[in-house]
């Protein structure tokens, strides 16, 4: 089985702690935007764990023309 990659940079639109009130509750959910649609399921999607460590990763398709991506991770993310 061949494995194809690919880059695609993501615009982020919100990176946001999930429950604010709780301090020790450390999760984040960062909303990011890619320029195109997906053609596979969120789950196949990889990120770099040196950048953020990712609990889970959900998306929904806007439109033909983009993507957004929900990636939910333990500890502040150091994304913009």
Known sequence: MELLMSVIEARVIRNQRET????A???WNVEAALPM??????E????????IKVEKIDSVRLDC???ILTIRTEGHPPIR
């Not at 604010?20 to 301090?23: F, G, Q, R």
């Not at 649609?37 to 969120?42: D, E, G, M, V, Y």
């Not at 196949?44 to 950048?51: F, G, K, S, Y």
Request: negative net charge; without cysteine.
């Open 37 to 42: 649609p997906l053609h596979k399921p969120a």
């Open 65 to 67: 023309t983009s993507t």
């Open 25 to 27: 509750y450390d999760f």
């Open 44 to 51: 196949e999607i990889m990120i770099d764990p040196r950048q």
């Open 20 to 23: 604010p009130s709780v301090e």
